[in-house]
C-alpha cells in the first residue's frame, strides 16, 4: 500500500494500470518481442492494443498479469507493483479472457463461472447467487446453462461464459486476448454490441487484443497500434487515429475504408447542427444515431436532410464534410 | 473326462488359484499405478528424467519374463514376493507412458486460463489435470493389467501364486489322464480374468470419466 | 471395439507407441547394446572365477551355452520369418475393400489373444501334438501372429484417404496405390509390429526349455529345479542380454527401413 505513486500524467487516482518501460525478450530470441513500453491506462477506460501478426500485443496482455515475466521495467497494478505481488492472488483480482476460451471441459458452466469465488474462499450461495447474476448479465438463462457442459455450447455461448468467468470476483481489471477472433462475423457484431454495452455499465478497465482494426475502432477509447517490428507507432482515440494517423504505417493499416469507418463512428449530435426546423421534409433521427446510419436513412428516404432530434438539421453536404475535415478529434472527446 | 466335468470336479482349487491370480495381479497393479503416478508428476519439471525413466521402464518390457521372474530369485526366493515385484515392474510402463502422455497434452488454452484465474501448479494438477487425464491414465492401467493378467501365469515357473500353477502342472503330467484339461483350465481361467478386468475397467471408466467430456 | 484399437492403449511392448505421439521414437541409444555386452562380459568372468560344482561346471560350459544360444536365436529367427510371411500378406488381404466385414472380428480376435498367456499356448500345443523344436515354433508363430496381423491392418487403415484418392484421380489402379502409396505409408506401424513380434518371440522362447526345444531359458529352468544360482543367474542375465541387443538391432532396422519423409 505504501508503493503507492503517481506515474508520468495520470493522478494517482486516475490511473488503474501503468506500465512504464516494461520490456520482453524471449529467452533465445535475438530482438525484444515488446519494446520499452510506457502507457497508463486510467480507471474503467478501454485500451485496445492491435497491429500485425506477432507484434507483442499478447505478450504485453500476458505481462499485466504476469503469465509473461518482464524483461525490464514496471507494471503498476491498483497502485501496487505487479511484479512484486503474488502471481496467484494478482490474477485472482484480473479478468483473463483468451480466443480459446479455455473453459474447463469437465465442469459445467456453473462450476466454471464460480471457480474463481471458490479460489476466493467465498460461500456456496454467495456463488451460487453471482452465478445466476452473470449468467444473465452476459444473456444465458442461468436455468439453461448453469449445469450444462461447455462442450454443449455453441462457440459464442462459450465465448460467454469465459467473459462471464472473468468477470466471476468482479475484478477492476479484464484482459482480453482476441476474445470474439474465433467466431463468425455476425455473432462477433452481436458480442461487440452487448458487450459495450455491459462496459456502459460495469466500466471495468479493460486492455483487449485485436489484430482488426474495425474491432479496435468500434470498441476502444483508445487504441495502441504497434507495427511488425514491436513499435508503439501510436496511441490515440480512434478518432484521432482515423483523422490523424502517425505515419504511414498507421495509414496503411488502418487502410483505405477510413473515411467511411469514420461515418461509422461519429454520431449525428456532435456535428454543428442548424438550429431550428428549417427543413420540412428532413428524416427524424436521434443525436446518438451514427453519420453513416444517418446518411443511409436519408438517402433511403429520397431525401436530402435530417433533423436531429433537440439538434437542428443537417444536409447530406453538412455531414459529408464535417467527415472529410481533418482537425476534428476535438468534436469526438 | 470331458473338460467341464474336469472344472466341475475341480472348481473350489480353480477358484482359489482364480483369486490368488487376481490378488497378485492389482496387487502389481496397484503399487505400479501408484509408482506411475509418482514418478510422472514428480518429474514435470526434470524433463530429462523423465524420459530417461520412461526409455528405462519400456526397455525393461522387452525383458523375457521368465528372465526377469528369475532373477529375482536370489535376492527374493521363490514364491509371491519375485511374482508381485517382477509384474509392477512390467506394469509400470504403460501407466507411466499414459500418464505423461496425458498431462502433457492437456489443452493448453484450458491449462492458460486456469493459470490466468490464479490457480498454483498444485491447485492446476489437482483441479484441471488430472481430472483431464484421467481417462487415458485408466486406459493404461487397464492395458497393464491386461498384459500382467498373462504374465502371471509365468510367475508359477518360480512357485509364484495363480492360475499358472494348472498349466504347469498340466505340462508335468504330459501323457496323463487328465493332463490337457488341467492346462486348458489354466490358460481359459485365465483368460476369463483378463475379460473379467476389462469390462470391469470398462465400467469404472464409465463411471469415473468427468461427465462433461462424453456429453 | 474401437477402444482396443487405440495406439496409445496398446499392450504389446514399447515399440507399439512410437507409432503414436508419445515422442517415443525407436531408440537407437548405444546404451543399450553397451548393457548388454556388460551382462554378458560379466557373466563369463564370473562363470570362469565362481566356485562351481559339477551340475553347475557342465550346465555352464562355454560350449554349452552356445549351444543354448544358437537353440534360442533358431527359435526366434525361423518363428519371425514365418510370422512375417504370414502376418503382412494375410493382413494386405485383410485390409482390401472386400475382406471389410471379416476385419473387426480378427482385430477383435487379435486383442483378445493378447489376453492368453504365452506359456499357455506352449503348453497346451506340446499336450495336443508334440513337444520339441518344430511345435515350439508352432507356439511362437501363433502367439507373434496377431502383432504383426493387427499392424499391418491398422497401418493400412490409417493411410489418409485423402492421399489414396488423389492416387486414383491421377489414374492408378488398387494394386498400384496399394505398393506406391498404402504400403509404404504403413511402413512405420507395420515395423512396429514385427519389432513386437521379434520382442515376443524371444521372450516366449525362453518358455520353449519347457517342451524340449532347448534355448536359454534351460539354464533358467535348471537353475530353479536345482536350485544353483550360478546357473540361474547366467541363464538370466544372458537372455535378458540377448533380449536387449535384439531389441535395439530391431530398433535400429526399423530407423532405417522407415521411409523417408515420413
Ligand atoms: N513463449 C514464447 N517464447 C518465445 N517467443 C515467443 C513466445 N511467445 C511469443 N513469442 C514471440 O514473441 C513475439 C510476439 O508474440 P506475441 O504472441 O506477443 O504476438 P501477438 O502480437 O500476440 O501476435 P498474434 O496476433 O499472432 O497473436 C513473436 O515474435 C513470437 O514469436
Ligand atoms: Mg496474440
Not at chain 1, 281 to 310: N, Y
Not at chain 2, 121 to 138: C, E, M, Q
Not at chain 3, 36 to 64: C, F, N, Q, W
Request: charged share 20%; glycine share 10%.
Amino acid at each position: 500500500m505504501s508503493e503507492q505513486s503517481t506515474p508520468g500524467t495520470g493522478t494517482r487516482s486516475d490511473v488503474m494500470i501503468s506500465l512504464r518501460d516494461v520490456s520482453k525478450r524471449y529467452s533465445g530470441a535475438d530482438a525484444e518481442a515488446v519494446r520499452p513500453l510506457s502507457i497508463d491506462i486510467e480507471r474503467g477506460e478501454f485500451l485496445v492494443l492491435v497491429g500485425p501478426s506477432g507484434c507483442g500485443k499478447t505478450t504485453t496482455l500476458r505481462m499485466i498479469n504476469r503469465l509473461v515475466e518482464p524483461s525490464g521495467g514496471e507494471i503498476w497494478v491498483d497502485g501496487k507493483n505487479a511484479t512484486r505481488v503474488d502471481a496467484d492472488e494478482l490474477r485472482r483480482h484480473i479478468g483473463y479472457v483468451i480466443q480459446q476460451v479455455g473453459l474447463l471441459p469437465h465442469m459445467t458452466i456453473g462450476e466454471n463461472v464460480g471457480l474463481v469465488p471458490k479460489l476466493l474462499g467465498w460461500g456456496k450461495d454467495r456463488i451460487r447467487q453471482r452465478v445466476t447474476e452473470l449468467l444473465d448479465l452476459v444473456g444465458l438463462d442461468p436455468d439453461t446453462y448453469r449445469s450444462r457442459y461447455p462442450k454443449q455450447l455453441s462457440g459464442g455461448q462459450q465465448q460467454r461464459v469465459g467473459v462471464a468467468r472473468a468477470l466471476a470476483a468482479d475484478p477492476p481489471v479484464m484482459l482480453m486476448d482476441e476474445p470474439f477472433g474465433a467466431i463468425d462475423p455476425i455473432t462477433r457484431g452481436h458480442l461487440q454490441d452487448e458487450f459495450l454495452k455491459l462496459q456502459a455499465r460495469i466500466r471495468k478497465t479493460i486492455v483487449f487484443v485485436t489484430h482488426d482494426i474495425d474491432e479496435a475502432l468500434r470498441l476502444g477509447d483508445r487504441i495502441a497500434i504497434f507495427d511488425e517490428n514491436a513499435r508503439l507507432a501510436q496511441l490515440a482515440t480512434p478518432l484521432e487515429i482515423l483523422t490523424n494517423p502517425a505515419d504511414d504505417f498507421v495509414r496503411s493499416f488502418i487502410g483505405d475504408g477510413a473515411a467511411l469507418r469514420r461515418l461509422a463512428l461519429l454520431r449525428v449530435g456532435d456535428l454543428p447542427a442548424v438550429p431550428g426546423v428549417g427543413i420540412r421534409d428532413g428524416v427524424e433521427v436521434e443525436p446518438d444515431e451514427t453519420v453513416s446510419a444517418v446518411l443511409e436513412k436519408v438517402l433511403a428516404a429520397g431525401s436530402d436532410s435530417a433533423v436531429v432530434r433537440g439538434r437542428g438539421s443537417l444536409t447530406v453536404q453538412d455531414m459529408l464534410l464535417a467527415t472529410a475535415v481533418r482537425d476534428e478529434s476535438a468534436v469526438a472527446t | 473326462m470331458s473338460f467341464f466335468d474336469y472344472v466341475s470336479a475341480n472348481s473350489e482349487i480353480i477358484g482359489f488359484l482364480l483369486l490368488q491370480h487376481l490378488q497378485v495381479v492389482l496387487l502389481a497393479v496397484g503399487f505400479a499405478t501408484a509408482i506411475s503416478l509418482g514418478v510422472a508428476i514428480g518429474t514435470e519439471r526434470l524433463p530429462r528424467v523423465r524420459a530417461a525413466l520412461l526409455a528405462t521402464s519400456g526397455t525393461i518390457l522387452t525383458i523375457p519374463s521368465f528372465a526377469l521372474f528369475g532373477l529375482l530369485i536370489p535376492v527374493f526366493g521363490l514364491g509371491v514376493a519375485p511374482t508381485v515385484l517382477a509384474l509392477t515392474v512390467y506394469a509400470i510402463f504403460p501407466i507411466l507412458r499414459n500418464t505423461v502422455t496425458a498431462l502433457e497434452t492437456v489443452d493448453g488454452a484450458v491449462i492458460d486460463a486456469a493459470t490466468g484465474m490464479g490457480m498454483g501448479s498444485g491447485r492446476r494438477l489437482r483441479i484441471v489435470r488430472l481430472p483431464l487425464a484421467w481417462p487415458v491414465i485408466l486406459n493404461g492401467i487397464r492395458v497393464a493389467t491386461i498384459m500382467v493378467v498373462a504374465i502371471a501365469a509365468i510367475g508359477a515357473a518360480v512357485r509364484g501364486p495363480g492360475l499358472g500353477e494348472l498349466i504347469f502342472r498340466g505340462l508335468s503330467r504330459i501323457g496323463g489322464a487328465n493332463a490337457l484339461n488341467e492346462a486348458l483350465s489354466g490358460v481359459v481361467a485365465i483368460v476369463v480374468v483378463a475379460l473379467l478386468l476389462d469390462v470391469l475397467f470398462l465400467l469404472i471408466g464409465k463411471l469415473t470419466t468427468p461427465r462433461g467430456l462424453h456429453v | 471395439m474401437t477402444r482396443v484399437l487405440t495406439t496409445r492403449g496398446d499392450a504389446a511392448p514399447r515399440s507399439s507407441a512410437s507409432a503414436g505421439t508419445t515422442g517415443d521414437a525407436p531408440r537407437s541409444s548405444p546404451i543399450v547394446p553397451l548393457v548388454a555386452a556388460l551382462l554378458v562380459a560379466g557373466t563369463l568372468i564370473y562363470i570362469k572365477t565362481a566356485d562351481l560344482d559339477a551340475i553347475e561346471t557342465r550346465s555352464l560350459a562355454i560350449g554349452e551355452l552356445l549351444v543354448r544360444l544358437a537353440e534360442h536365436v533358431q527359435l526366434v529367427a525361423v518363428s519371425t520369418v514365418v510370422v512375417v510371411a504370414l502376418g503382412v500378406p494375410l493382413g494386405i488381404l485383410l485390409s482390401r475393400q472386400a475382406a471389410g466385414p471379416l476385419q473387426a472380428p480378427v482385430l477383435a480376435v487379435a486383442n483378445a489373444g493378447q489376453a492368453i498367456p504365452s506359456i499357455g499356448i506352449l503348453v497346451l500345443l506340446a499336450l495336443l501334438y508334440d513337444v520339441g523344436f518344430a511345435m515350439a515354433v508352432v507356439s511362437l508363430v501363433v502367439y507373434a501372429l496377431l502383432p504383426v496381423l493387427r499392424n499391418t491392418m491398422v497401418g493400412l487403415r490409417q493411410v489418409d484417404r485423402s492421399i489414396i484418392d488423389a492416387a486414383r484421380g491421377m489414374g492408378m489402379g488398387s494394386r498400384r496405390i496399394l505398393f506406391t502409396v498404402e504400403l509404404p505409408l504403413a511402413v512405420p506401424v507395420m515395423l512396429a509390429g514385427i519389432r513386437i513380434a521379434l520382442i515376443l518371440n524371444v521372450g516366449v522362447a525362453t518358455l520353449a526349455t519347457y517342451t524340449n526345444a532347448g534355448g536359454l531359458g534351460d539354464l533358467i529352468e535348471r537353475g530353479i529345479v536345482f536350485y544353483r544360482m550360478p546357473i540361474l543367474l547366467s541363464g538370466c542375465l544372458l537372455t535378458i542380454a540377448l533380449a536387449l541387443l535384439v531389441d535395439w538391432l530391431a530398433g535400429v532396422a526399423e530407423s532405417r527401413l522407415r521411409p523417408r519423409g515420413l
